[in-house]
């Protein structure tokens, strides 16, 4: 009897136990009769529909199954596509920051549906849901092979319910066919589950550690027992309206108040192929960006969170290096004033054709124009980008783009005390004169070669790109190639990169060129992680990279070499420390804190100094983040450090501190600061669809207070209703610089 026992119990375990391969397919058929979306499993459609289980870890280690199952199902109608999990939950409940939409993955429990519907192993949606209900949404590009191939500012509309037991938690989903781009032939897809009680990362298709589960290299095949529903007119309408005032004590103008309309919409030119539309569009409800204490030469970049650029924007982005981009959305709509800071430039209307033709071809084409402001001396300028990707081998391509930006109305009429942005003006010293050049377009073209292993081992990149302009005829070119391995313990990483010295990517981000007279770069990283049998740590290993920099005449100018060590611990808790040697030759008269006197052009300075990051457990309700280092710093010593406090209320809210310090002391009349900035953050989710959020930005370096409120309403899916009030105050003495209120109502309209 004990041996009977013991065979059936482990004849059941091995379904559990086995990993799914990659391309293991799973049957959908389409729905028996209509699911109503409640968390309630009660349906004839799931009781007979397949169930996916014998989910695999893929973090913190991939040797074994998780210790709570997840069993996943999936169905289809003429409208929705349909997904139910049901998540085994033995812990003491779920870990989340908040219900807030968007959430980050790493810090909630969560189960997702990463799928790409084009069967191309490169672009792709994903949506997750955790245990509160709360939604999470995005794109994919670049098969999902690195961190930065996953857009979470993407929003959409769908449907969702979760029921909670105190033994598990059950999602059901509804997907509608309109809010994504298809094919009606196979899929590739995985899911997601993070189990963050356990610090548990698990997936139905079997993820080696050192890839993300999420890549669609290692996806599973979702094979349609049914055809799915031809897709017919696919057209959504987003009008908005709102509402501001506007108040300059700074600069004494009375309060101005503007009301303001415009829409957004979506065709579905084909099941792949869509058409964004943007006339008068507001962004007065995206979050400010979060300020930096920048002790750099370079300018730093944020991030895009404006609706109307995410939607293939991988595509739009993809030419070029991280620095070396010929295309930056952020450029668009945005222009710096006199004092470098960034002001809103009026978009007229925007126009974007973008997605698949064929099997094998993406297209691109996208274009803008600005209203003529006056303010930044800026005319009315129209932007055009176009790009054609072609997929080769298993999951390589090469694309062919151009990027043109064409000031409009200038002619004879040209009015140098009119306009007088730097990007359409260039003052150079003839003799004892000067001279100002104009420049009435700016233009960058050429090709990528993106390189992709079938299982993302190896992958690189070959770039050639070419300007042109009203400033320069020669030395505008800009090549580059990158090549990485990738494997289970070790990985190698190597780059060589050229900026001529009149390469000039107007719409791009090339912060190198603001600096040096044309550029030659080259970098190298090699890391081995060790995975142990250990209850406490993860994986840890060494790490080593160095930076070179040369200019024209091969004059060296920068040299960085770091050597370090880290350790990521099972209790979701890492840290990491290095020892750094810096060296740099100025091409330009520079000083990091603004002291008396500037270090000169052609003086050159090397400094080492000690490194350290260290991450605690995100699973408490206090968690933190730390880093910072301390050492030489050009003439003298410097002691960094930035980081942030959170504790949250699950899972109403949290309340978070960030900060930055730097003591620095350049001796003599270089001068010493001690910089420091803060941000505390307090985030009240009210329910999943009533959020406020408020932060406070204090930085001495540039004397300013920021506060920014934003409340949001999300009354119906993908439609909101937004507060949102900015002031920035003069701290010394405090008073109030200037203020904007604005209330804004969005609706979505499926057509």
């Not at 550029?519 to 740590?537: C, M, Q």
Request: with cysteine.
């Amino acid at each position: 009897m004990f041996f009977l026992r013991t065979f059936f119990l482990v004849a059941l375990a091995l379904p559990l136990s086995a990993q799914h391969k990659q391309g293991t397919p799973y049957h959908a058929g389409r729905a028996t009769g209509a699911v109503v979306i409640d968390g309630i499993l009660d349906e004839e459609t799931w009781k007979r529909a397949n169930v996916a289980t014998g989910f695999w870890m893929s973090k913190p280690y991939d040797s074994v199954p998780p210790v709570n199952e997840t069993t996943v199902r999936i169905a289809f109608d003429d409208h929705n596509l349909y997904l139910a999990f049901e998540c085994i939950d033995d812990g003491k409940g779920p870990v989340v920051q908040s219900l807030r939409r968007d959430f980050d993955f790493r810090f909630n429990d969560n189960v997702g549906f990463y799928f790409d519907p084009y069967n191309d192993y490169t672009n792709g949606f994903y949506f997750n849901i955790s245990p509160y209900g709360v939604q999470r949404e995005g794109l994919m590009a670049n098969g999902g092979a690195e961190p930065e191939s996953f857009s979470p500012f993407w929003d959409n509309k769908w449907y969702s319910a979760v029921t909670r037991t105190d033994t598990m938690w059950v999602a059901e989903l509804a997907i509608p066919f309109k809010s994504i781009r298809y094919n009606r032939g196979e899929w590739n897809f995985n899911v997601l589950r993070n189990d963050l009680e356990r610090n548990q990362v698990s997936s139905w298709i079997a993820t080696p550690v050192q890839y993300l589960p999420a890549s669609f290299a290692w996806s599973g095949k979702l094979i349609w027992d049914d055809e799915l529903p031809t897709p017919g007119t696919n057209v959504s309408l987003i009008p908005y309206v709102a509402g501001s005032s506007y108040t300059d004590k700074e600069n004494n103008i009375p309060t101005e108040h503007e009301g303001l309309i415009g829409f957004d919409a979506k065709v579905g030119l084909t099941p792949s192929l869509n058409l964004d539309l943007t006339v008068n569009p507001d962004f007065s409800q995206v979050e400010v960006d979060q300020q930096v204490i920048n002790l750099t030469r370079f300018e730093f970049n944020f991030p895009e969170r404006r609706q109307f650029f995410l939607e293939n924007s991988d595509l739009f982005a993809a030419p070029g290096f991280p620095d070396s981009r010929p295309f930056f959305s952020r450029r668009l709509g945005l222009a710096s004033d006199t004092t470098g800071i960034l002001r809103r430039v009026p978009i007229v209307y925007g126009a974007r054709v973008s997605g698949k033709m064929g099997k094998d071809w993406r297209i691109g084409i996208m274009n803008l124009q600005t209203q003529e402001t006056k303010s930044l001396g800026l005319p009315a300028q129209n932007y055009t980008v176009a790009i054609v990707q072609r997929q080769v081998l298993a999951r390589s391509n090469v694309d062919f783009f151009i990027v043109n930006k064409q000031s409009l109305g200038l002619g004879n009429k040209y009015d140098p005390a009119r306009y007088y942005h730097s990007s359409i003006v260039r003052e150079t010293i003839t003799g004892t004169d000067t001279v100002r050049q104009l420049n009435t377009y700016n233009r960058v073209f050429g090709f990528d070669f993106n390189i992709n292993s079938k299982d993302t081992r190896f992958r690189g990149d070959v770039y050639y790109h070419q300007s042109i302009d009203d400033f320069n005829t020669t030395d505008r070119y800009s090549a580059g190639t990158f090549l990485g391995y990738f494997g289970r313990n070790l990985s190698v990483m190597g780059a060589v990169q050229l900026l001529a010295k009149n390469y000039n990517a107007e719409t791009g981000f090339v912060p190198n060129l603001t600096v040096y007279p044309g550029f030659t770069g080259s970098f190298a990283r090699v890391e081995y992680l060790t995975y142990p049998k250990s209850k406490v740590v993860g994986n840890h290993g060494p790490f080593a990279e160095a930076n070179w920099g040369f200019i024209p005449g091969g004059h060296n100018t920068d040299q960085n070499y770091s050597a370090g060590y880290v350790v990521s611990f099972l209790s979701t808790a890492a840290v990491s420390v290095s020892l750094q040697h810096t060296y740099q030759y100025l091409t330009q008269d520079f000083n990091p804190i603004g002291g008396e006197q500037d270090y000169l052009a052609g003086e050159a300075f090397s400094w080492n100094q000690f490194l350290f990051e260290y991450v605690s457990d995100t699973r408490k309700l206090f968690n933190y983040r730390a880093e910072g280092g301390f050492g030489g710093f050009y003439t003298g010593q410097g002691f960094f450090t930035n980081g942030e406090l959170n504790y949250r209320y699950q899972p109403f809210g949290s309340l978070g501190i960030r900060f930055s310090y730097n003591d620095v002391d350049l001796t003599g009349n270089y001068g010493k600061a001690r910089l420091f900035l803060i941000g505390p953050r307090l985030d009240l989710t009210f329910t999943d669809k009533l959020f406020l959020t408020t932060f406070v930005q204090y930085n001495n370096l540039a004397d300013n207070m920021n506060l920014n409120s934003r409340f949001q309403w999300r009354f119906k899916p993908a439609s909101d209703f937004f507060i949102v009030y900015t002031e920035n105050y003069l701290p010394e003495p405090f008073q109030s610089k200037n203020r904007a209120l604005v209330f804004k109502l969005t609706y979505w309209f499926n057509l």
